[in-house]
């Protein structure tokens, strides 16, 4: 059979709670130290940090999360991806500044990138990036690359296929869901590494099998896909 790729947003919105450390620890607890609480807001550092994995390593999810936690802070922030191909300029109201895939950013989004960065340094506001390469890697202009690698730098790792299925058991299992070991195999050799595209394919599953009053097995997963 084909492997297919389904790379599912996470319809319960990504915050830290939600976020699977695994080997990744180090990073979620910096970050959570870093954003603070709506209770006791942190003294956000300046000091930039940036995130580097692969594909599936948890960067976008921890980025989302500090979004949502400042705004839970009453804090907006500017965000730059490289889906935005024209940025806007930096807002002194921002109080923090998100880099995310800065690998792929073209030239225009580099000068944009480079101006935030400068903003927020000047006014003391935190900066957050990630890429899928170490610092002294990224295809960038030199002024942005070393900026980016001057602070904390967090290599993060995807989730081994173990961890995973244990992740994917205990949601399972607070749905009150039996998933086989045959269909979690199926769930993990066929569908994307990524975590979070795998526990919205499980909520996807839960609510199919709740529709056609059927167990979670093999042929359901191929006929919900047949039916979407």
Do not use: C
């Amino acid at each position: 059979m084909k492997q297919l790729a389904l790379d599912i947003g996470i319809a319960t919105g990504p915050s830290f709670d939600a976020f699977f450390a695994g080997p990744n620890e180090a990073a979620l607890r910096h970050l959570q130290v870093w954003v603070g609480s709506a209770g006791s807001p942190a003294l956000h550092s300046p000091v930039p940090t940036y995130l580097w994995g692969e594909g599936g390593s948890g960067k976008t999810h921890l980025l989302e999360s500090v979004r949502v936690a400042l705004r839970e802070q009453g804090a907006s922030v500017g965000w730059l991806h490289a889906g935005l191909l024209e940025p806007p300029e930096f807002d002194e109201r921002w109080g923090a500044v998100l880099l995310d895939d800065v690998h792929l950013y073209t030239a225009v989004q580099q000068h944009a990138a480079f101006n935030w960065f400068v903003n927020a340094q000047t006014l003391q506001r935190g900066v957050v990036a990630a890429g899928a390469l170490p610092p002294a890697d990224l295809p960038l202009r030199e002024d942005l690359r070393t900026r980016l690698g001057w602070g904390h730098v967090f290599h993060l790792h995807v989730l081994s296929e173990t961890e995973r299925r244990a992740v994917l058991r205990q949601a399972a299992d607070a749905r009150g869901v039996m998933l086989s070991d045959d269909v979690l195999d199926f769930m993990l050799h066929r569908f994307s590494r990524d975590l979070g595209s795998l526990m919205e394919l499980l909520t996807q599953l839960d609510g199919y099998a709740l529709q056609t009053q059927r167990a979670i097995t093999i042929p359901l997963i191929r006929s919900m896909l047949e039916n979407q």
